[in-house]
Nanobody, 132 residues
Framework: QVQIVESGGGLVQPGGSLNLSCTVS????????IAWFRQAPGKEREGIAC???????????DYADPVKGRFTISRDNGKNTMYLQMNGLKLEDTAVYYC??????????????????????WGQGTQVTVSS
């Protein structure tokens, strides 16, 4: 049975940092692509970062334009955990953040940043609020 425990959200001032994490049980994370999505109030959920699997030890990442250069997706396969390091947070980063993993693993040339339908397992969501 797949379980995902998400943590790390909170209240932070503009310019601050947070590190979100998702710990997965029920399968070996390194075989799968990973992604982070977010949903701001009144907006649709959007993909912000993704990474291909670690099968060939050469993961490929992709980021949405609003977070490029500020957010970093990573993984610790030994801990079966994925991370989203968020630096330089802005007011518009306020949202509920979700980690996501597809049911189909293997080798990928690239990850699906904007396609929710590619992902089958989701974290419970964690609130990130950026406010002064």
């Amino acid at each position: 049975q797949v379980q995902i425990v998400e943590s790390g959200g909170g209240l932070v001032q503009p310019g601050g940092s947070l590190n979100l994490s998702c710990t997965v049980s029920g399968f070996t994370l390194d075989f799968y692509a990973i992604a982070w999505f977010r949903q701001a109030p009144g907006k649709e959920r959007e993909g912000i970062a993704c990474m291909t699997s670690s099968i060939r030890n050469a993961e490929v990442t992709d980021y949405a334009d609003p977070v490029k250069g500020r957010f970093t997706i990573s993984r610790d396969n030994g801990k079966n955990t994925m991370y989203l390091q968020m630096n330089g947070l802005k007011l518009e980063d306020t949202a509920v953040y979700y980690c996501a993993i597809p049911a189909l693993g293997g080798v990928q040339a690239m990850c699906a940043l904007h396609s929710e339908s590619e992902y089958d397992y989701w974290g419970q969501g964690t609130q990130v609020t950026v406010s002064s």
